[in-house]
């Protein structure tokens, strides 16, 4: 059995918005409800309630979370005086389902948690029931097809499907980029041509295959592999050449053993010295025996060196300028009597010793050097003959002999003659000299190839051939799979696009059936179309319309008016409410109509009243002349008017029924504000009354003047019934006010101020009360001449308007009536007629 | 909603549900590929990165599929 649809029951805001003080809104007798406001006053507080009591994270759209950008955050949830005062900033809604009524309380001061009683209520919400105006515009001018396709998705709770349209895209893209990736490719070549050393720059098999015998042809002209493979007899040849080849000295080899030659011996040609260990080592020690010849002369000269430090000493005491000294410092012996016989020799002395002391130290010194630089050399000899040794070719018999006679003599040498060397030395230039030349030859022959250097770079080309055969492989199964994945692809977009373009197909009839309600029977027909099926891109929705029979499926917004426009946004999201939220028939409308002409308010309040009987519409507006066309269209049943007159920062919202009444004039100009549209109003009302009370016969006009509607018929339909009824509403002599001649001649003009010459002109507050105190003064002559009650009733066959209190019934004639004393400059009138008296 | 209206507005999951089990009974499909589609792209609650996810798969089976003795 079907659950009875949700209804809300009533909410109440506290703390929240511009409601500091609690403020319950009961829908229990009325389910739906009017609140007009003007800006800034309180009345999207209400709609705020229900989006914060719904939304996922507790807060609102245009407020965000946090406090960042353009937006407020959360903080702006709550009355910025609720903490001052002790309340909590919270919404509590009663839902109501058959007889069963639940309460949810969401509160800003915890952590926002949605109530799980609201869990209903969603699950039943395929379409979001808040409706503003400011964004209704956006849903046919500005968005893209893609934006419109993701939003009218979630309206259908289709995001998930819409999401995976979009992944499914995006796979699409990669695997086809995948697939045509050019990077493995680009790799291979930069290998190819980092093998071949740039001979070759991409992969090419027939070009490897050339690459490689070119190779092979370097080494011998008989080795050419047929194919590029591993079963290529040749290249089973190759594999015998390598292993030969290691068995002979290569010209690696050779140059190997060139270098060891010349690290031990270089004979000396031309411009080129001897070089090597081993004349660098005999060098080494004819410097030493040099040296030791020189130091044992030095020691000879120096061998009184014992005195050192006595001459040291006394050399300052007999050199030049020294204070004069008769006796010797030591035994003091007189001057004359030593050997020396004078200061002058005994000087002398002492600086022909000290000089034979210093060259022995030099030579010393020099000694000990060159005994240093034989010990280097003599290690350095036996290292380099180390390595050269093993790699004399066993061929060079004498050679080898030579090197191991000649490394056994020098392995104990510690000093003295060195050994022999003149027959190793021969013997190694004899085969520098050969090495050089085979080297040359090799060279000549078969450039830096081997055999295993060419093996090895053909097996590098062969590796690179079985990669680029995977990558050929690969990018085919890529290549598979994407087209498999095309058509998965297809088929489940198509399966999602059946499952939209149906959920679309019933939006279509409520929707050109509120449509027309509003713009009239012959208004363009509207469609929202999926993308033609191979439209690779489906995730679009098409908003289209039949302008004329040219100009069929065409964009709204190159064909309709700005008002056409709304009622189009309008109308769609409500047939989507009404379609697709039936287990939760509710529609919260927030300002949805601005700025427009009247017709469009009446048509847009008339629409709502003909076809949305099952909805329940809780509507916010700060537009008078709508919130009018409402009262007027949807009666007193379901609906209930509420306005607010003004917010008082300390308590909240005021309200006051939907009549305007004098207090609500009175509070526009306390606050400073322009009464106008209120006195309009009044008017407005006072007039239905009368005329509805009056049994008036109403012609609607030709439309030939657009503003000339509704006020100026009723009064035209009031001024005739009273001529032919024979009531006369008395002169008013001195007063100019255009209100109450033109509803004397019924013409009423339907203007923003009909107190100024021009159209929307504003008039300042002081006019407005002179106008409203005139216009009271008319008023008040429409009063019971027994009861002085207002209200009347003109029941048939009476011609003139009776007191509808049943007691009374007198029958209507004007009465006098004495303005108040505070009116200055008005008229008094009495029982008796109209006299003037100026009480200015 | 009508009856008609019902059906169509199933639930993601259960229309998803339905997806996967027609799209696997496609003659001549790639069920290799039906499953990485079923198990990172057809599901109501995608992980973060499912493309990412499904795409290595995919590229996985590629290479499986280019050396089948591997």
Redesign the interface.
């Known amino acids: 059995m079907r659950e009875p649809p949700i209804s809300i029951h009533s909410i109440t805001l506290v703390g929240f918005r511009a409601y500091l003080h609690e403020a319950l809104f009961d829908f229990s007798e009325k389910p739906c409800l009017a609140l007009f406001a003007p800006n800034g006053k309180g009345k999207s507080g209400l709609v705020d309630a229900f989006e914060f009591s719904l939304s996922e994270n507790g807060t609102i759209e245009r407020l965000g979370i946090r406090a960042t950008h353009n937006q407020a955050g959360v903080t702006a949830l709550a009355h910025d005086l609720a903490a001052d005062h002790g309340l909590p900033t919270e919404v509590r809604i009663k839902l109501k389902s058959g007889k069963t009524v639940c309460e949810a309380i969401r509160s800003i001061s915890d952590d926002r948690a949605r109530p799980a009683s609201l869990g209903g209520l969603l699950a039943r919400l395929?379409v979001d029931p808040i409706v503003r105006g400011y964004a209704l515009r956006k849903f046919v001018e500005s968005q893209t097809p893609e934006d419109r396709y993701t939003e009218v998705a979630g309206w259908?709770?289709?995001s998930?499907?819409v999401?995976?349209q979009k992944?499914?895209r995006?796979?699409r893209q990669?695997?086809k980029a995948?697939a045509e990736d050019a990077q493995p490719k680009a790799d291979i070549n930069r290998q190819v041509a980092q093998i071949t050393a740039g001979a070759l720059t991409e992969w090419n098999e027939v070009a490897a295959l050339d690459f490689a015998n070119s190779l092979l042809r370097s080494l011998d002209a008989q080795l050419v592999m047929a194919s590029f493979d591993r079963n290529d007899p040749t290249y089973v040849t190759l594999f015998e050449r390598v292993a030969a080849e290691e068995q002979q000295i290569g010209i690696a080899g050779l140059k190997q053993l060139k270098v060891a030659i010349e690290a031990v011996f270089v004979e000396g040609s031309g411009e080129r010295v001897v070089e090597g260990a081993l004349p660098a080592f005999e060098q080494s020690v004819a410097d030493k025996q040099a040296a030791q010849t020189l130091e044992a002369a030095e020691r000879s000269a120096a061998a009184n060196a014992v005195f050192a430090q006595v001459w040291a000493a006394a050399e300052p005491l007999f050199s030049e300028g020294a204070p004069s000294i008769d006796n010797c410092p030591v035994c003091a012996t007189p001057l004359p009597n030593t050997a020396a016989g004078s200061r002058e020799a005994i000087a002398e002395h002492i600086r022909s010793h000290r000089a034979a002391l210093a060259a022995y130290s030099a030579a010393k010194d020099g000694l000990d050097k060159t005994a240093r630089k034989v010990a280097m050399a003599h290690r350095t000899l036996q290292a380099n003959l180390a390595v050269l040794r093993p790699l004399l070719p066993s061929s060079e018999t004498a050679c080898i002999v030579a090197a191991a006679a000649y490394g056994d003599s020098i392995a104990p040498w510690l000093d003295g003659t060195p050994p022999e060397s003149a027959e190793l030395k021969r013997l190694l230039a004899a085969l520098l000299s050969a090495a050089v030349a085979q080297i040359a030859e090799i060279e000549a022959r078969q450039g830096d190839n081997t055999y295993a250097k060419a093996k090895a770079k053909i097996d590098a080309l062969l590796e690179t051939k079985d990669q680029e055969s995977?990558r050929i492989?690969?990018q085919?199964?890529?290549a598979?799979?994407l087209s498999?994945?095309n058509?998965?692809a297809t088929?489940?977009s198509s399966?999602?696009r059946v499952?939209v373009q149906?959920?679309l197909d019933?939006l279509r009839e409520p929707t050109n059936r509120l449509y027309r309600a509003i713009q009239g029977a012959d208004a363009a027909p509207i469609r929202l179309d999926l993308p033609p099926e191979e439209d690779l891109n489906q995730q679009r929705l098409l908003l289209l319309i039949d302008f004329s029979p040219g100009r069929r499926g065409v964009a709204p917004s190159g064909y309709l008016s700005d008002s056409e426009i709304h009622s189009l946004a309008l109308t769609l999201r409500l047939a989507a409410i009404a379609?697709?939220n039936?287990g939760a028939p509710i529609a919260i409308l927030d300002d949805i109509v601005t700025s427009y002409d009247a017709d469009h308010r009446r048509t847009t309040a008339g629409m709502i009243a003909a076809h949305t009987p099952n909805l329940q519409i809780i509507l916010t507006t700060h537009d008078q002349r709508f919130f009018s066309y409402l009262k007027d269209q949807l009666g007193d049943s379901r609906w209930a008017y509420l306005q607010i007159t003004r917010l008082d920062r300390d308590y909240g919202p005021r309200f006051a029924g939907h009549r305007i009444s004098d207090k609500i004039i009175e509070a526009q100009w306390r606050d400073g504000q322009s009464a106008a549209n209120e006195m309009r109003q009044a008017e407005e009302e006072w007039l239905l009354d009368r005329c509805r009370q009056f049994g008036v016969d109403i012609r609607i006009r030709e439309l030939d003047r657009a503003y000339s509607y509704e006020r100026s018929e009723l009064a035209s339909a009031l001024a005739a019934y009273l001529n032919s009824a024979g009531l006369s509403p008395p002169a008013v002599r001195g007063v100019t006010n255009r209100f109450l001649a033109s509803l004397q001649k019924g013409e009423i003009e339907n203007f923003g101020s009909h107190f100024q010459d021009g159209p929307y002109g504003d008039g300042s507050i002081g006019d407005e009360k002179a106008r409203w105190e005139e216009f009271k003064f008319f008023r008040d002559h429409f009063v019971c001449p027994a009861c002085k009650r207002t209200k009347f009733k003109r029941p048939l066959p009476l011609k003139k308007p009776v007191c509808a209190h049943p007691t009374c019934e007198a029958q209507f004639r004007f009465a006098a009536v004495v303005p108040a004393a505070s009116a200055p400059g008005l008229l008094k009138v009495t029982e008796t007629g109209i006299k003037s008296e100026s009480v200015s | 909603l009508s009856e008609t209206g019902r059906a169509i507005t199933d639930k993601p999951d259960d229309f998803l549900t339905g997806l996967r089990s027609d799209l696997a009974d496609q003659p001549g499909c790639d069920t290799d590929l039906v499953t990485i589609i079923a198990e990172h792209i057809l599901v109501s609650s995608p992980q973060n990165d499912c493309v990412a996810r499904a795409r290595r798969a995919i590229g996985q089976l590629a290479k499986a599929r280019a050396t089948p003795d591997a």
């Open positions: 395929m259908l709770q289709l998930p499907l999401e995976i992944n499914l995006l796979l990669q695997v995948d995977l492989q690969t085919d199964q890529f598979r799979l498999a994945l058509d998965q088929f489940i399966a999602i499952k149906a959920l019933l379609t697709f039936s």
